[in-house]
């Protein structure tokens, strides 16, 4: 089964707009944390905001927020007040506290963010 | 600070050559990893290190080999390049494995097999 799950291959927003990125995740590790990067065109891979498991309250960091809803295992990026600049591929990862890989990331598929003027 | 440097960053290959592909990072991080980035898909993991001298696979180790001889390095290597490997790699590392522990990104390495 996947661990991460990206359903919107692709998301179209205007400038000045607020967008909603999909992810729900798979895990039966009591113990996790979610990721959310940025990938620009350039291709390298930005860190934006990070959700515990065991965090109560929703992780925010700029115009960036993550709509943690852990009875539904979803993390969902909003990006308030869209930029031109926002356009970009945006990947949720998950880090699980067990397993034999320590510390690495699963990784969804990205949902490429489009911002039109 | 320099954060995680790979080179080089583009490199065409023929079948059946071999290259390596190197990351340096300078933060002092016991943990380095290798992933791969396939068109359209996330990433996936190639082989990781918790330290110098101790290597491990991950979910798509075939095909390549690693070393961690130093902190700072962690070459990845190619053995006989197949089409299959045309990706973007990504060399990570991060301090510990900690659940909060952020992983800093190389800037990637394109290698297109032909």
């Known amino acids: 089964a996947q661990k991460i799950t990206q359903t919107q291959p692709g998301m179209f927003v205007q400038e000045k707009e607020a967008v909603t990125l999909d992810c729900t ?42 709509n943690f809803q852990k009875a539904r295992k979803s993390a969902n990026l909003v990006i308030s007040a869209s930029q031109l600049g926002d356009s970009a591929m945006y990947f949720c990862a998950m880090r699980e506290y067990r397993g034999s890989t320590l510390g690495r990331l699963y990784f969804g598929r990205g949902t490429q963010l489009t911002v039109w003027p | 600070n320099a954060g995680v440097t790979q080179t080089p960053k583009f490199r065409i290959l023929k079948i059946g050559q071999s290259m390596t592909l190197q990351c340096t990072q300078d933060m002092n991080h016991n943990y380095m990893y290798w992933y791969r980035q396939d068109p359209g898909m996330g990433l996936k993991l190639i082989y990781y290190s918790v330290g110098a001298g101790i290597t491990d696979k991950g979910e798509v180790p075939n095909g390549y080999n690693v070393s961690r001889s130093t902190t700072e390095d962690f070459p990845l290597r190619l053995e006989l390049a197949a089409p299959s490997q045309t990706s973007v790699y990504f060399c990570a590392s991060s301090f510990s494995r900690e659940i909060e522990e952020t992983q800093y990104f190389g800037p990637g390495t394109r290698l297109l097999v032909l």
């Open chain 1, 25 to 66: 995740y798979d895990t039966s590790d009591p113990s996790y944390g979610l990721f959310w990067y940025k990938q620009p065109s350039s291709g390298e891979m930005i860190f934006l905001i990070y959700q515990g498991s065991y965090d109560q309250q929703n992780a925010t960091e700029g115009r960036y927020s993550l």
